[in-house]
């Protein structure tokens, strides 16, 4: 798939912003006044931050009101109504903190939910998939809902839960990259199947379908090498798990440390989520003679 700039800043940053809203939304930290008001703004520009990246990906943006109408089918129209209606809760939330120090636990709970609910439907928008067989898995939202914790985590200060949820987060990615390898061959999709002519004897594609590329090779198909993937894989497992867990193991924590800790784990994602889509490879592709 096309490791699209706009794709990658939404699923790293939005993932962060909600992960953040869950642990204010949980009371961890409970923060009043302007402390409250600096955590809020820090999520807020996440989760709508990366909300907004996500439309410029669309082909026309304009249209975008019309997806909520599509909430029985849409993985993506149940995103943006959980979404919103998660942002407005921890809103009045965050109100009751900033300027009557005050926590309505009901709120945040609620919102906490919405929060974690909102990242779980964007990882369904990808889970769902059969056409993509490495993000057909349940790795694919355990981990959404496990990078967004962890980095919410590392956000609001809580070491002792964000030392876990790094180590588990890690661990579980090497797992996802070990199975999500082979499952494109283990889904049994050839082009026999996708021709439906393997009935009658060998299927292989006789020239290429056009000579320019077109939509369809532009937007699924994305070929990574081997060496390149292998370093990026060492360099996102670097960033993003194995530095800040070192930083946060060795260093007296403070300000410096935590921003430290925040910006490695950030880069580590950023180029998880490059790989998550430069990685997957979409059926279509054997259309192509891609595999």
Request: aromatic share 12%.
């Amino acid at each position: 798939m096309h490791p699209a700039p706009s794709v990658i800043i939404f699923t790293t940053f939005s993932g962060l912003g909600f992960g953040l809203l869950f642990w204010l939304g949980i009371g961890m930290p409970a923060p009043t006044g302007w402390l409250a008001f600096v955590y809020f703004v820090l999520a807020y520009l996440g989760a709508v931050g990366g909300l907004l990246a996500s439309t410029f990906h669309l082909g026309h943006p304009e249209r975008a009101l019309k997806a909520f109408s599509q909430w029985k089918t849409s993985w993506l129209s149940r995103e943006g109504i959980c979404a919103v209606a998660t942002l407005l809760i921890m809103a009045l939330y965050g109100a009751g903190l900033v300027f009557f120090g005050t926590a309505i636990k009901p709120l945040g709970w609620l919102g906490a939910i919405g929060a974690l609910l909102t990242v779980f439907t964007t990882s369904m928008i990808y889970a769902q998939l059969k056409t993509v067989p490495r993000w057909k898995h349940w790795t694919t939202p355990a981990l959404f809902l496990l990078l967004s914790l962890a980095g919410g985590a590392l956000l609001s200060g809580n070491v002792g839960i964000a030392l876990p949820l790094l180590v588990l987060a890690g661990a579980l990615q090497a797992v996802a990259w070990v199975h999500g390898d082979g499952r494109f061959l283990a889904s049994g999709t050839t082009m026999k199947s996708a021709t439906g002519l393997g009935d009658i004897g060998e299927v292989r594609a006789f020239e290429p379908p056009h000579t320019g590329t077109n939509y369809l090779m532009r937007e699924f198909i994305h070929e990574v090498g081997r060496k390149h993937a292998l370093q990026l894989r060492i360099i996102a497992l670097g960033l993003g798990f194995v530095l800040p867990v070192l930083v946060l193991l060795l260093l007296t924590f403070n300000l410096v440390v935590a921003v430290i800790a925040v910006l490695s784990h950030v880069a580590g994602v950023l180029t998880l989520r490059w790989l998550f889509f430069a990685q997957a490879e979409h059926v279509v592709g054997l259309y192509y003679g891609k595999r």
